[in-house]
Structure formats: structure tokens, C-alpha cells
Nanobody, 127 residues
Framework: QVQLVESGGGLVQAGGSLRLSCAASGRSFSRKYAMGWFRQAPGKEREFVAAIRWSGGSTYYTDSVKGRFTISKDNAKNTVYLQMNSLKPEDTAIYYC???????????????????WGQGTQVTVSS
């Protein structure tokens, strides 16, 4: 079993920044996983934000966050980060961290591909 715990959410004004953290633990956790960030706004479906392949470090982003968000990892801490800059009100959502056991997955933008999920952290961007 793998546990994912997100932190770092909060309230920020438009144009501001936040850094989300996702700490991974558990006997099953492997650095051969792929990690993703998703978000869900009220009344909307959960959508892909960013992903990273743990060992190789390849990163992927949805178009709406490219150039503003950066996904990264800290091997020593088994933690994945999402640095969010130039935040917009439309970024307001609950942000979820997820782990995919299939490192080579070609479906990292699909929530159904992930095996483990965190509890989510709220990000609110005021205009």
C-alpha cells in the first residue's frame, strides 16, 4: 500500500504563488512510479495538471498551466512538488496527488491510470 499526503494549499491573490507538496510513503512505494497532479473545481470533472516519471524525471503539463506551473521531486524525501506561479482565479480547485505503478504509462493525463490518491488540498485564488 502507498500513502500520499498533500500539503501547501491555501488562499492567494491572483498573480501569487503556492507550492504544493506530496509526500509518498508505504512499503509498496517505488521510485519506478509515475506521479501526477490533478485538480477538481466545484461542479467540474477532475482534470490533469502535471506529471513526472520518478526515475527519469520526464515531465508533462496540461496546456493551461505550461509556463506557470513546475512539477519536481526530491528523491531523499520521497516528495513531489507542484510550484504554481502567476495563479489565476480559474486555478481554484482541490488539488490531488496520485501515483501510477506503471512507470512507462502512456496515459498519465488520465485519472483512471493512477493507482493511489491523496486526500487533496484546497487552492483558492482570489481576483
Amino acid at each position: 500500500q502507498v500513502q500520499l499526503v498533500e500539503s501547501g494549499g491555501g488562499l492567494v491573490q491572483a498573480g501569487g504563488s503556492l507550492r504544493l507538496s506530496c509526500a509518498a510513503s508505504g512499503r509498496s512505494f517505488s521510485r519506478k512510479y509515475a506521479m501526477g497532479w490533478f485538480r477538481q473545481a466545484p461542479g467540474k470533472e477532475r482534470e490533469f495538471v502535471a506529471a513526472i516519471r520518478w526515475s527519469g524525471g520526464s515531465t508533462y503539463y496540461t496546456d493551461s498551466v505550461k509556463g506557470r506551473f513546475t512539477i519536481s521531486k526530491d528523491n531523499a524525501k520521497n516528495t513531489v512538488y507542484l510550484q504554481m506561479n502567476s495563479l489565476k482565479p480559474e486555478d481554484t480547485a482541490i488539488y490531488y496527488c496520485a501515483a501510477d505503478e506503471n512507470y512507462y504509462s502512456a496515459y498519465l493525463s488520465f485519472s483512471a491510470a493512477y493507482d493511489y490518491w491523496g486526500q487533496g488540498t484546497q487552492v483558492t485564488v482570489s481576483s
